[in-house]
């Protein structure tokens, strides 16, 4: 099965700061890439999400992009905000059932 | 994106009970999966749950300890049956909508605890 390491586990950043968080993959068939932010108590965000087609893909503040050779793909959050503290979850699929890494949790400071 | 309605939020039961988690849709998805997230730790895939049919489950999970039902599209339930302080996780409804939104969202969990 897929297997989806993720670093660092933990990230404290100044505000303003850019924080980048990688995940590397082992399943060469996956081909939907997504991210997730949890805060506390609640259900995990989607993001932002790649597909194996797109090397890079970008929303406002926050950039994702996938290198299949390698089968890597990095989360890039810049202008860092207090309000993107937060637990960060990198996931893998080629069918939607999501392999989860074992989560970053950013650390934004004031 | 889909708005996803888990119940109850969270839940306190006794060892040897079951319980049974909701997770509504407000549109016709194609996909509804459950997940299990353990305390401190990242997301573990239970089963993905079919329309009318038995639920496909994941190696470590089975039907008794956690049957799952999906009658319909925008519907379906996870039962955690025979509970031990182990099974104190959040549940985690996802689902992936039809047509062109096919992106992967959660609901907001039901966080339970056994004692």
């Known amino acids: 099965g897929e297997n989806v390491e993720q670093h660092p586990s933990t990230l404290s950043v100044q505000e303003g700061d850019s924080a980048v968080i990688k995940c590397t993959y082992s399943?060469?068939?996956?081909?939907?890439f997504p991210w997730y932010k949890q805060e506390l108590g609640k259900g995990p965000q989607l993001i932002i999400d790649i597909r194996s087609n797109v090397g890079e893909k970008k929303d406002q503040r926050i950039a994702v992009t996938l290198n299949k050779t390698a089968k890597h793909f990095s989360l890039h959050i810049t202008e860092t905000q207090p309000e993107d503290s937060a637990v960060y979850f990198c996931a893998a699929s080629n069918d939607y059932k999501l392999s989860f890494g074992a989560g970053t949790t950013v650390t934004v400071r004031a | 994106s889909a708005v996803i309605s888990q119940k109850p939020s969270r839940d306190i039961c006794q060892r040897g009970t079951s319980l049974t988690i909701q997770c509504q849709v407000d549109s016709q998805v194609t996909m509804m999966f459950w997940y299990r997230q353990q305390p401190g730790q990242s997301l573990t895939l239970i089963a993905t749950a079919n329309q009318g049919s038995e639920a496909t489950y994941e190696s470590g999970f089975v039907i008794d300890k956690f049957p799952i039902s999906r009658p319909n599209l925008t519907f379906s339930t996870l039962t955690v049956s025979n509970m031990s302080p182990e099974d104190s996780s959040i549940y985690l409804c996802?689902?992936?909508?039809?047509?062109?939104?096919?992106?992967?969202?959660f609901g907001q969990g039901t966080r339970l605890t056994v004692v």
């Open positions: 399943d060469s068939a996956s081909n939907y």
């Open positions: 996802s689902v992936v909508g039809a047509g062109s939104n096919t992106e992967a969202f």
